[in-house]
């Protein structure tokens, strides 16, 4: 469809961190069909125009680490040139290492907390001036955030942070009328259980792990938190912000 | 629009007790327009047909209450015969009024808890036989159940029993594919204020009192809930089961 006929967020400029590869690029792809423009970073430059290239329009790219402010800062200089203003922030980038408290370093506590931690604070407080009044930003918490997960309680402890981000800025941000959720996903098929640092089979083990804990029985798709962002992102969801969403197929709900 | 391209709903059937007013009405109204046709009932004949009336299509009416189970039967029986299955359940039939501890009368604990929490168990139990391989069912719960409200804690104890069901049947139904959310609505522009046993003044300042204690500052419109309903009914929602969405201008959220 060339027009923007029922399409929600037509016109929109959305900016999306950590949107190379899983949750982020599927988000920005599903962004676009919805008729908004995207302005993506990510921290691996090749990666970065692989996702450009795979959502095809309406797209910019912008090489960074959110964890960096002086990226932050060229970023926002890339979209207000582009765009002038962001109409939704969707401040996505994160990661986690398997890290028990017994043996964890402090280069993995600071990492953690660097880019989940201080860079969503940093994201949304550089995003904020290209803000008009209203608009939505979705943080990407994790059902960690209530959960105790053994080995990764730096990761979900700065997912703690993030959901409480989005309670005390839907009260800074009201008076501009900026909604402000998190969002919380459970085990997603993407690329991100490969990198905590596990061998293959302890992947695989985690994986059946995890379905045999989730109410729907398996891992969700990409796909599955993009379309939630657009309802956070659109009018829809008008009368919602502080609110954790999580969409773990029940895994933290029972 | 005649054709169901783009609508969310096309094709199914929905069930929505309490159907006659305020949130009830604007949901079935938005689902219809979605695509869905509905059964709606609610215990007063009169406001049902002009709700019916309203709705204007794709709408059949059964009058009943819901903490009875012989209207239960009634309804599912129409149900059943119109159109042999449910796709969508949404379980909205609530009543609430202001009393304190010290003075509550039986009658008073008996109708809000005989309504809110036994209505609603059978009500969702009698339509499990129609529902056929997946489906969503959603149950209107209240942000006062998780706030302490003077002199209104019946009604936010039958909200929070509302809530934990929420998270049990998402166990229960899961082998069938039914997903079970709760929706829980902050301070709503409907009907039900005025019939809380407030008086005039009261109503007055309690509307104004909740728009300052409101995040978003003011209370929610009808429509807005019901486009939380259409998130929750549709696949756009297909890996959430088992949460509590508050749709409440951030009230309980921060």
Do not use: C
Not at chain 1, 52 to 74: C, E, P, Q, W
Not at chain 2, 14 to 23: E, K, L, Q
Not at chain 2, 61 to 66: K, R
């Amino acid at each position: 469809m060339n027009s923007n006929n029922g399409k929600k967020l037509a016109g929109k400029v959305a900016v999306i961190t950590g949107a190379n590869s899983g949750m982020g690029l599927a988000t920005a792809r599903r962004l676009v069909e919805e008729g908004a423009h995207v302005v993506i970073t990510g921290r691996r430059e090749k990666e970065l125009a692989e996702a450009a290239a795979f959502i095809g329009k309406n797209v910019t790219a912008v090489a960074g680490d959110v964890s960096n402010l002086a990226d932050l800062d060229r970023l926002y200089a890339v979209v207000k040139e582009k765009h002038g203003h962001i109409d939704i922030l969707f401040a996505n980038a994160g990661g986690g290492t398997i890290a028990p408290l017994a043996t964890s370093t402090e280069a993995q506590f600071d990492k953690t907390f660097d880019v989940n931690v201080k860079g969503v604070f940093f994201t949304v407080q550089k995003a904020l001036p290209l803000f008009k009044d209203g608009g939505s930003i979705i943080l990407t918490s994790s059902n960690a955030n209530e959960l105790g997960v053994p080995g990764l309680t730096a990761y979900a402890a700065s997912k703690a942070a993030v959901r409480s981000f989005a309670r005390g800025w839907t009260l800074e941000l009201k008076d501009r009328k900026i909604r402000v959720n998190s969002l919380s996903p459970g085990p997603i098929e993407t690329p991100a259980l490969e990198k905590v640092g596990l061998p293959p089979e302890q992947v695989e083990q985690a994986i059946a792990h995890f379905a045999g804990q989730v109410p729907l029985g398996r891992r969700g798709k990409p796909e599955e938190i993009a379309s939630v962002v657009v309802f956070l992102a659109s009018d829809e969801s008008s009368y919602i912000t502080g609110v954790d969403l999580a969409v773990d197929g029940g895994m933290a709900q029972v | 629009m005649s054709n169901n391209i783009g609508k969310k709903l096309a094709g199914k059937i929905a069930v929505i007790t309490g159907g006659n007013s305020g949130i009830g009405l604007a949901t079935a109204r938005r689902f219809v327009e979605e695509g869905a046709h509905v059964v709606i009932t609610g215990r007063r004949e009169k406001e049902l047909k002009e709700a019916a009336d309203l709705i204007g299509r794709n709408v059949t009416t059964v009058a009943g209450d819901v903490s009875r189970l012989e209207d239960l039967d009634r309804l599912f029986a129409v149900v059943k015969e119109k159109h042999g299955h449910i796709d969508v359940l949404f379980a909205n039939a609530g009543w609430g009024e202001v009393a304190a501890l010290a003075t509550a009368t039986e009658a008073h604990f008996d109708q809000t808890f005989d309504l809110n929490v036994k209505g609603l168990f059978f009500t969702v139990q009698k339509a499990l036989p129609l529902f056929k391989g997946g489906g969503s069912i959603i149950l209107n719960s209240s942000v006062s159940n998780v706030l302490g409200m003077a002199a209104f804690t019946v009604y936010a104890a039958s909200k929070a029993a509302v809530r934990s069901f929420a998270r049990g049947w998402t166990m229960e139904l899961k082998d069938r594919k039914i997903r079970v959310n709760s929706m829980s609505p902050g301070p709503i522009d409907t009907p039900a204020l005025g019939k809380v046993g407030l008086t005039p003044e009261q109503v007055k300042q309690l509307a104004a009192q909740w728009a300052s204690e409101i995040p978003l500052g003011r209370r929610g419109q009808p429509e807005e809930i019901a486009a939380a309903l259409v998130f929750l009914a549709s696949d756009e929602s297909s890996y959430i089961t088992g949460v509590d969405l508050a749709v409440d201008g951030g009230m309980a959220q921060v």
